[in-house]
């Protein structure tokens, strides 16, 4: 559960979700993710740390160069728990789905019934 | 409802496409005997009192146990059998899009709060594709990442990853 809160807080500010979009096209260094971001240089090592420390991003230093990059794990942490959520609605359409045909056929034997009346 | 959790929302998408009438597709939303046919959930049916498809319009009605199993499962959650929802048609486009705001004021100890059902609808030669997005649950942290656009994002994220499977 603490899991789960820190990931939405982590992801809680526009600035950490602009990086984080950044990082989807790959691993990335900080001038590149800041340029890319459309975002100030000040802070940018602060949200980095932020998304490090939550687990949402990790760092991989190369001599002076740092390069960043998304880690799976705590995206999946938020998928699962919306899973049931997700599950409820597959239930949902599910059944939209089966009264979607029920109603198809009531209205091709209605429009059937009507057609031949009206030879 | 005082964990961590339960006081967050996420934003869910779902597409789904059906072989069917676009017709038939947009008046089981947006008309009383249509939305009763399936909104359920599971083991719920529904009784709508209002239901004016405009934008504005009021969507109201009850949510009733109908199994066995719920009924009993209700009584000793110490909840009653049925609960009135009150929403609303906040965006309607026909047979394109649609807008359900959802008024959550019957959860105990919860501030009341909106949740929204947004629909995207289009028609592709026989087929309908339907793009449901919705709210998981509510926090004001939540809503607040939604206002700034937040919309979608997990699910980009999703297909960025692949599930966990």
Redesign the interface.
């Known amino acids: 559960m603490l899991m789960q809160l820190d990931a939405f807080q982590a992801l809680a500010d526009p600035t950490r979700r602009r990086i984080v979009e950044t990082l989807l096209a790959g691993e990335q260094q900080v001038a590149d993710v800041v340029a890319k971001a459309g975002i100030h240089q000040s802070g940018v090592s602060r949200h980095l740390r932020i998304l490090h420390d939550s687990g949402f991003v990790s760092m991989r230093p190369d001599g002076q160069r740092r390069f960043y990059a998304l880690q799976p794990a705590p995206f999946r942490e938020l998928e699962g728990w919306l899973a049931p959520y997700r599950e409820l609605w597959e239930a949902r359409l599910d059944r939209f789905g089966a009264a979607l045909e029920e109603r198809g056929k009531q209205r091709l034997a209605k429009e059937a019934k009507e057609g031949k009346k009206r030879s | 409802m005082n ?3 339960e006081a ?1 929302r ?1 934003t ?1 998408v ?1 597409e ?1 496409s ?1 072989r ?2 676009i017709g ?2 947009w ?2 939303w947006t008309t009383k005997d ?1 939305f009763e ?6 083991g719920f049916r529904v009784e709508v009192s209002k239901l004016e498809a405009r934008v504005g319009g009021a969507l109201r009605y009850e949510m009733i146990a109908d199994s066995p199993e719920m009924i009993a499962a209700m009584k000793q959650m110490g909840s009653p059998a049925s609960h009135a929802v009150n929403s609303r048609f906040t965006e309607l486009e026909p047979r394109q899009r649609l807008v359900i705001t959802n008024l959550i004021d019957f959860i105990p100890g919860v501030t009341p709060y909106e949740n929204r059902v947004a629909v995207d609808f289009k028609v592709q030669g026989a087929q309908v594709r ?1 793009v ?1 997005t ?1 709210d ?2 509510h926090s004001d ?2 809503t ?2 939604q206002k ?1 656009g ?1 919309t979608s ?2 699910t ?3 297909k ?2 692949g ?2 499977a």
């Open positions: 964990t961590a959790a967050q996420g869910v779902i789904r059906y069917a009438n038939d597709v008046d089981l249509g046919s399936w909104w359920g959930p599971q339907m449901v919705f998981a649950m942290q939540m607040q990442m700034e937040f994002q997990l980009k994220l999703d960025r990853f599930s966990a």
